[in-house]
């Protein structure tokens, strides 16, 4: 059997943020990786889509002109970008104890980011952040 060898690009994203990568916190900020927000195509602002069945964030790439947009804003100097969504946790009293990571986070075939708040794990710097919080009070 012959082998059908692939060869994997090296590129300037480091390897834990090559694919899509998101994570939200108790105050609602929603942060995407620079790689993830280009995946979208890199909209000026989002749709923010909430599933109460199934407990998940759409987040819908559309432009700022549209009702209800939520413009997209630098959250660091690497590229990433956040959405805040604060109305989101107040509406439906979403409680977050710290900053989950969304590890199955997938584009569905309408090009909406969808976010499982089920299957969300702590994400190991909003955990150690809440440590130190706790050990200080």
């Not at 900020?29 to 909209?43: D, F, I, K, N, W």
Request: aromatic letters at 6%; charged letters at 25%; hydrophobic letters at 40%.
């Amino acid at each position: 059997m012959k082998a059908e060898w692939l060869e994997i690009k090296r590129g300037d994203v480091l390897p834990q943020y090559a694919g899509i990568y998101v994570t939200m916190n108790a105050a609602g900020h929603v942060v995407l990786s620079r790689v993830t927000y280009e995946m979208l195509g890199a909209p000026e602002a989002f749709g923010l889509l909430y599933d109460r069945v199934n407990n998940r964030i759409g987040l819908k790439p559309t432009h700022m002109s549209m009702k209800n947009a939520y413009p997209v804003r630098v959250s660091n100097k690497s590229g990433a970008k956040m959405i805040k969504a604060y109305r989101l946790i107040s509406e439906h009293r979403i409680k977050l104890p710290h900053t989950v990571k969304f590890e199955d986070a997938e584009i569905d075939e309408d090009g909406i980011l969808v976010l499982d708040l089920r299957t969300a794990v702590a994400c190991r710097r909003g955990l150690a952040r809440a440590r130190r919080n706790t050990s200080v009070n």
